[in-house]
T-cell receptor
Framework: ETGVTQSPTHLIKTRGQQVTLRCSSQ?????VSWYQQALGQGPQFIFQ???????GRGNFPPRFSGLQFPNYSSELNVNALELDDSALYLC???????????FGPGTRLLVL | GNSVTQMEGPVTLSEEAFLTINCTYT??????LFWYVQYPGEGLQLLLK?????DKGSNKGFEATYRKETTSFHLEKGSVQVSDSAVYFC??????????????FGTGTRLTIIP
């Protein structure tokens, strides 16, 4: 059991606002990835952090940014929210040489 | 680029029926293959995985075999239960890009089991 937690569970914002989502793992996994899952779709890779550095990014604009902290917790920041940003945001953690990623329960964001 | 194609749903079966959910992939490297399951209102749970050709992943009665010759990783279960109702995602991870092993997912297959 990896104990991956995300906060908040649900969030409502309006267009143009900014949002910060958080992810933490009890097991101290040092690699974290963020995914966006639109309704009825599979998750799409946003970016990955390893040892506090971004080391991979999907097809998302720069207004999606992230941080990883020394305790391996992570934040996803989205600026200038758009209606299409409404989705379930998932973080996934793993150890650096492991292949399996373990997902948190997600944060459901609604942009009005 | 990498891609995953899943059998479109939704799929509705009676309890104790045999289940197959098809998954094929396209990858430039030597991917690992995964099945994840998502129950209503929850995140993704790893169901099973296979890391090389001819490997069989199995868990909770579900099985999938990594077929390199057909680029497939079909999910099967011999006798489904109502509790198996969920959305199932096939995914791959390209291990040739160490440090950035992003998962590429299919669109998901919604499975409903009726008593």
């Amino acid at each position: 059991e990896t104990g991956v937690t995300q906060s908040p569970t649900h969030l409502i914002k309006t267009r143009g606002q900014q949002v910060t989502l958080r992810c933490s793992s009890q097991s101290g996994h040092n690699t974290v990835s963020w995914y966006q899952q639109a309704l009825g779709q599979g998750p799409q890779f946003i970016f990955q952090y390893y040892r506090e550095e971004e080391n991979g990014r999907g097809n998302f604009p720069p207004r999606f940014s992230g941080l990883q902290f020394p305790n391996y917790s992570s934040e996803l920041n989205v600026n200038a929210l758009e209606l299409d940003d409404s989705a379930l945001y998932l973080c996934a953690v793993k150890q650096d040489r492991a292949e399996t990623q373990y997902f948190g329960p997600g944060t459901r964001l609604l942009v009005l | 680029g990498n891609s995953v194609t899943q059998m479109e749903g939704p799929v509705t079966l009676s309890e104790e029926a045999f289940l197959t959910i098809n998954c094929t992939y396209t990858a430039t490297g030597y991917p690992s293959l995964f099945w994840y399951v998502q129950y209503p209102g929850e995140g993704l749970q790893l169901l099973l995985k296979a890391t090389k050709a001819d490997d069989k992943g199995s868990n909770k009665g579900f099985e999938a075999t990594y077929r390199k010759e057909t680029t497939s990783f079909h999910l099967e279960k011999g006798s489904v239960q109502v509790s198996d109702s969920a959305v199932y995602f096939c995914a791959l991870s390209d291990r040739s890009n160490f440090g950035n092993e992003k998962l590429t997912f299919g669109t998901g297959t919604r499975l409903t089991i009726i008593p």
